[in-house]
């Protein structure tokens, strides 16, 4: 595991780690949102020449922050399957083989836009299945960035990335964390996902991934 990046948040202490991900160290829980496995077999399938081994890299990265880490329990903010498309055999083969090496580690699942579409995981992965929101401590987990009354919202969703601008026309377009007054959203976690842009202002801190390290803006 890369270096993380301790923040306070809603009184809480969590620590931002360059794989994309979130980990709460009083409740040894590891959040990621927007795996989307599956979706390059679902993009295959539909005849769309995309890269291969996007599961099993993130596979990899889950299987290192879960050795690094000390986990009780894993969330999933939404869209773990990226659609229909993504039961495909191989996909369904990488995971079984995966959660059978973490049979012990609870894990839980929001259930995204993407999970709607693309139907619960099988059961045979053991993993819970609840509607958003998931109310945890002085937070509300999510899917969706909507606000939610007397709790601080961390969601997935937006897969958010922001723009560092160098001189002249020189930039770089990076995934990020955005914690603002009451919404906060983590990275997209998958491999294969696109990102929207999003801003910095006086309510909000971000915070890109870059270099194997996180680095806060401003």
């Not at 979130?22 to 590891?30: G, K, M, R, V």
């Not at 229909?84 to 079984?96: E, F, N, Q, R």
């Not at 009451?182 to 999003?198: E, K, N, Q, R, W």
Request: aromatic fraction near 8%; hydrophobic fraction near 40%; charged fraction near 20%.
């Amino acid at each position: 595991m890369n270096t993380a990046y301790p923040v306070r948040l809603a009184g809480e202490d969590l620590w931002l780690l360059p794989d994309k991900a979130l980990y709460w160290p009083a409740q040894q829980a590891l959040l990621v949102a927007d795996v989307h496995f599956g979706k390059a077999a679902a993009y295959r399938a539909l005849g769309q020449p995309v890269p291969q081994g996007t599961t099993s890299a993130n596979i990899a990265v889950l299987d290192g922050l879960l050795a690094a880490l000390p986990c009780r329990q894993l969330i999933f903010l939404g869209d773990f399957l990226h659609g229909p498309g993504s039961h495909a055999a191989a996909t369904l083969s990488a995971l079984a083989q995966w959660r059978e090496r973490h049979s012990d580690l609870a894990m839980t699942l929001i259930r995204g836009n993407h999970d709607k579409r693309a139907g619960d995981p099988p059961p045979s992965l053991n993993i819970r299945v609840v509607p958003e929101p998931l109310l945890m401590g002085p937070f509300s987990l999510q899917h969706e960035p909507t606000p939610y009354s007397e709790r601080h919202v961390i969601a997935g969703h937006v897969h958010p990335v922001y723009r560092l601008r160098g001189r002249g026309r020189e930039s770089l377009r990076l995934a990020c964390f955005r914690f603002g007054r009451d919404i906060s959203l983590l990275p997209a976690f998958g491999a294969f996902t696109g990102g929207y842009a999003v801003e910095k202002d006086d309510e909000c801190r971000i915070f890109v991934v870059g270099d194997n390290e996180i680095w806060p803006v401003g």
